[in-house]
């Protein structure tokens, strides 16, 4: 009985190693994050992760099984953080690094299906350029013949909403090579869509 | 090559951001994107992107908050009961390899036969001599002693923990 309780013991111990590793008298990160803040923090942001995962790996499933790959990393590393975007920054680099390390394991080809609810989004006040995306397939065969790092930093950018400093944090990239490898990507994915001007 | 950019690029995407482009957008940024080259693509690839996301987030299948919690729990602590595991074994080949040595060295020296019998009995007889009189006897001794028990306590131990469940 007692090799039980102190194996139980060790275990505790190693559980809190694993969680427990940001500062607490380091008054400018975020504390660790307890049960109630990391379903918070999940409920926000699993959603919009998916979503991430399912268009640049092209696969529904693989993003079922990398959102909780990633979760499950973000919550293991523990690592403290100075905001919500850092933090947030933090879990959609490991995001990335999960669909990257999936390619490199010969993950399956990419084909971006976009939900096929036969209508299209409402895209809040312009419903006119909505309407020219009828079929969701042109984006996704679109975005099927861009470089991985492409995507990534398209749906990043013009998806997602994200700076260049935060691109180049979640993706591993020189924040100055940014604005040109999006401008590169932007008018490419313009051309793919077929609305290129001038 | 002329430089392909526009200072407005940033305002397009901010008006899409926040659903000011377009029918509630004014009508100058409009007009302006439609004869600017870059504000054009911008204003192209952001509409596709973002109807795009907001399709997959609705469609989206996350599991709820509380399994995702349960299963993290879990799944640490079994990492957590393998690392224990790992760390009784490596052990336990660590003092069965020293103890495989040392019989390796005894039977070699027993195999040397009445000459080896006998070197060893004056050296060993020197050794105990020179032991005595400091404390590395109680310390040889004691080091014999894990070498012999060490492997029953790792073999005891690691039928206790089992295979995986």
Known sequence: ?198 | MARHGCEREREVREAFASGRYGARCDEELHDHASGCAACAEVALVTAALAAARLASVRAAPVPRSGLVWWRMQLRARREAEAAAARTVSRAGAGVLASAFGIAVVLLGAMSLGEAGGELASQTGAALLAAMRSSWRLPLLIAVVAWVALAPVAVWLAMTEHGGPS
Do not use: C
């Open chain 1, 1 to 198: 009985m007692a090799d039980v309780e102190s194996g139980v013991v060790m275990l505790d111990a190693a559980l809190a190693a694993l969680r427990g590793r940001a500062k607490a008298d380091d008054a400018d990160t975020l504390p660790p994050m307890d049960e109630d803040a990391f379903r918070a923090f999940y409920e926000r942001t699993a959603r919009p992760v998916w979503a991430y995962l399912a268009r640049t790996t092209g696969d529904d499933r693989a993003a079922d099984d990398l959102l909780q790959e990633a979760y499950y990393r973000f919550f293991r590393a523990g690592a403290a953080h100075a905001s919500e975007a850092h933090r947030r920054n933090y879990l959609y680099r490991i995001a990335t690094n999960l669909v990257r390390d999936r390619a490199r394991k010969g993950g399956g080809a990419v084909h971006v299906a976009l939900p096929e609810d036969g209508s299209p989004a409402e895209l809040p006040g312009d419903p006119g350029v909505a309407e020219r995306f009828e079929k969701a397939n042109d984006l996704g065969r679109a975005l099927e013949q861009l470089k991985p790092l492409q995507r990534e930093m398209l749906w990043l950018a013009y998806a997602e909403g994200s700076s260049h400093e935060e691109i180049a944090e979640v993706l591993g990239v020189k924040a100055t090579n940014v604005r040109s490898l999006l401008s590169r990507a932007r008018r490419k994915l313009a051309n793919l869509l077929g609305g290129r001007r001038g």
